[in-house]
């Protein structure tokens, strides 16, 4: 086994045995992530190379749609034949498009069944260094799945890095620990802003997917055409996977426009509407036997294109699953860019220089943090979450009040509606935040230098200073890392102006705090240290949320 050292990372193997051994699982990782990478890129290469091929016209032979499997596995497969010449050579192919394999919606086999009938003359793509390879159609479904090459990326990440470090002795702790300025032209960032770009594009992949494109469907088929329709069969469809049996509405269906005969397979359009629950898909079959007469909503500008249920349902509530990855891969790329940038850029709200040069006298100091921020940040985290949660919660309680409730999807709100409890707690405490005192902070100057002092007031109502149990206010000198220096951990140095319980201390003073001669100044900030210093507020109130406020100063060197 590697030995691991005192902050907890795996360290340099001790033996050529637990090397060979940590090696041989990392390569694991290393296998699976290029076996899967490989595939997945050269599928999309082939299916992107072929939008560059040669355009040529060509004739249907024959076309038609074919029924592969038997029962939930049935898939629906558009069969082509077409001819084209090319460079004076004729040539046949029966090529949809690279990729192309079926699909379980009939409707879509139809709509290419419409797009190339029989004897007809359409343009395909023939590759002109292999003149008998051609494609009749693209596939830009490929291109979603861009985002998702990303995964296997980071396996073989994972796994390279990981046997690297194995047979060299680096380590992640001091790669992470170089200095500053060295780190920000180091691969570090690059790295972590690699894999937060990973998730935020992952998951709005898969957003788009289960989220947008059946929304816009959703409201899109608002608009169609009301039109009866017969049941040809209905049942419910059995999926085996390794996390137990899942369940699919399989109706089949047919309606006429314009005197022509179309069918569907498309209950509603959620993609790969496959979950448990057999009880729910059950119900839904039993009210469409085969045989009988229903309305299906019908694509006036496709008529292939129709829907027997075009309302939301619950399925969509996956599509909040994918919201994580987009908010964890934003922060994260935002943290990451933030941490790279210039020092006027990231500091300006803490240098007071903007404000007023080499002031000197009582400068009242406005907060540069508060609860301002943290209201609006929350009632658009609640907003958000809520309005989409809504839709769901009304289509629970109207089950519920029919006397038909669902179960699976009660349970299944249940922690979403907690989390969006909470999201309002968070509102109502921000809300009162905004309510709490504000205490006045003056300072005798707004740029001290090393050597000289500095008095710090304070003033509070007396009527809310009442409501303090406890008051801290302290000069602090931070330093560190770009995106790291406002954080409370990098304090430097710390000077006391008050910390109290007396209540009777709380209403207003004074401290005069003399800056050391070797103080660090705020212009002795490089392109990887930064140095900051504030006065933090910091009260704790009866019955209301904690005070934490600070504000911005610069300690500048003594002008010769």
Same mark, same amino acid.
Request: proline share 5%; glycine share 8%.
């Given at each position: *086994? ?19 051994g ?29 939008r ?37 050579k ?8 690279y ?7 009939y409707?879509?086999a ?36 861009l ?15 990981g046997?690297? /470090? ?21 691969p ?6 690699l ?13 788009? *997917? ?26 419910v469809?059995s ?28 209950? @509603?359009?959620?993609?790969?509407? /496959?979950?448990?629950?057999r ?17 299906c909503?019908v ?16 399925e969509?509530l ?24 210039k020092?006027?850029?990231e ?15 009582? $400068? ?22 809520n ?11 109207i089950?519920?009040?029919?006397g ?55 003033? $509070? ?28 951990? @990098? ?23 003399l800056?050391?001669? @070797? ?5 002795? /900030? ?6 900051l210093?504030?006065i ?17 100063? /610069?300690?500048l060197?003594?002008?010769?």
């Amino acid at each position: *086994m590697p030995s691991v050292n005192q902050d907890g990372i795996n360290a340099k193997p001790a033996t050529l045995g637990s090397k060979i051994g940590l090696s041989l699982f990392l390569f694991i990782f290393l296998a699976m992530g290029s076996a899967f990478l490989i595939i997945m890129s050269y599928s999309f290469y082939r299916e992107a190379s072929t939008r560059f091929w040669t355009d040529t016209e060509c004739r249907v032979v024959s076309s038609s749609i074919e029924e592969d499997g038997k029962g939930s596995q049935v898939k629906y497969i558009f069969r082509i034949n077409y001819s084209y010449d090319f460079k004076g050579k004729g040539f046949n192919s029966g090529k949809v498009s690279y990729n192309y394999s079926g699909d379980k919606n009939y409707n879509k086999a139809q709509s290419l069944l419409d797009k190339f009938p029989k004897d007809s003359k359409a343009r395909c793509r023939v590759n002109p260094y292999n003149p008998s390879e051609s494609v009749i159609t693209s596939d830009s479904s490929m291109f979603l799945l861009l985002p998702f090459m990303l995964i296997p990326l980071i396996f073989v990440m994972i796994g390279a890095g990981g046997i690297y /470090s194995v047979w060299t002795g680096w380590s992640v702790t001091e790669y992470f620990k170089k200095d500053a300025e060295v780190k920000d032209k180091s691969p570090a960032d690059k790295v972590a802003l690699l894999v937060f770009s990973a998730f935020l594009l992952i998951g709005l992949g898969v957003f788009y *997917m289960l989220g947008i494109v059946p929304g816009l469907k959703i409201l899109d088929a608002e608009k169609w055409d009301k039109t009866p329709c017969r049941i040809i069969s209905s049942s419910v469809g059995s999926h085996s996977g390794r996390n137990g049996a899942t369940y699919s509405v399989d109706i089949m269906y047919s309606y006429e426009v314009d005197g022509r005969e179309y069918r569907s397979s498309q209950y @509603n359009f959620m993609l790969g509407s /496959s979950s448990s629950g057999r009880e729910g898909k059950k119900e839904i079959v039993n009210r469409y036997p085969a045989g009988s007469i229903s309305t299906c909503y019908v694509n006036p500008e496709d008529p292939s294109d129709s829907v027997l249920n075009r309302n939301l349902s619950w399925e969509f509530l996956f599509a909040l699953i994918p919201v994580a990855f987009i908010i964890v891969g934003a922060l994260g790329v935002y943290y990451t860019l933030k941490k790279r940038r210039k020092a006027s850029a990231e500091f300006a709200e803490y240098d007071s220089r903007s404000l007023d040069d080499y002031s000197s006298g009582e $400068i009242v100091l406005k907060p540069v943090t508060g609860p301002f921020k943290a209201f609006i940040g929350s009632i658009f985290l609640a907003g958000f979450w809520n309005g989409i949660l809504s839709i769901f919660i009304y289509q629970c309680i109207i089950g519920w009040m029919k006397g038909r409730p669902e179960w699976f999807l009660t349970i299944f709100l249940v922690p979403f509606v907690l989390l969006g409890l909470l999201f309002l707690f968070l509102v109502l405490t921000s809300f009162i935040s905004l309510l709490n005192p504000r205490p006045r902070i003056s300072v005798s100057t707004r740029t001290p230098h090393p050597g000289g002092k500095l008095r710090i007031q304070w003033a $509070i109502n007396e009527r809310s200073a009442e409501s303090f149990r406890h008051l801290s206010i302290n000069l602090e000198c931070r330093g560190g890392d770009p995106g790291e220096v406002k954080s409370q951990r @990098n304090i430097l140095e710390k000077f006391q102006v008050i910390d109290t319980d007396d209540y009777l201390r709380m209403p207003s003073g004074s401290k005069e705090i003399l800056i050391p001669e @070797n103080a660090r100044t705020t212009d002795s /900030s490089s392109e990887g240290h930064k140095i900051l210093w504030v006065i933090s507020l910091k009260g704790t109130l009866k019955g209301r949320p904690k005070i934490d406020l600070e504000y911005g100063i /610069s300690v500048l060197p003594r002008h010769r």
